[in-house]
């Protein structure tokens, strides 16, 4: 299994866990992100569309629902109910 591959299983596995969490993900009106991506994250938060993430070759594509302060972006998609991204992992951003 490539590293790619492992990387986006990760992220997978792990955003199929936070889901079934006990604590339920507090959801503002306001999205806050960081980092060089912040007016993507942000335009696809407030106008409800998608943007595409890049990492490691890889892409996952899905709407902005929540940015983090350690540095978590919490998205959804046609898939998932909810996926979280690392902040750092992004290697680029599209709309």
């Given at each position: 299994m490539?590293?790619?591959?492992r990387l986006l299983l990760t992220l997978l596995l792990g955003a199929t866990v936070?889901?079934?969490?006990?604590?339920?993900a507090k959801e503002s009106s306001?999205?806050?992100?960081?980092?060089p991506f912040k007016a993507l994250l942000?335009?696809?938060?407030a106008e409800k569309r998608g943007v595409t993430l890049f990492f490691n070759g890889q892409s996952l594509s899905g709407i902005v629902t929540?940015?983090?302060?350690?540095?978590?972006?919490e998205m959804?998609?046609?898939q998932y109910s909810r996926v979280?991204?690392?902040?750092?992992?992004?290697?680029g951003a599209a709309m």
């Open positions: 490539s590293r790619s591959s936070a889901a079934h969490a006990q604590t339920p306001t999205v806050n992100c960081k980092g942000e335009a696809s938060a929540a940015c983090h302060d350690d540095g978590r972006i959804r998609s046609q979280i991204v690392l902040a750092d992992r992004i290697d």
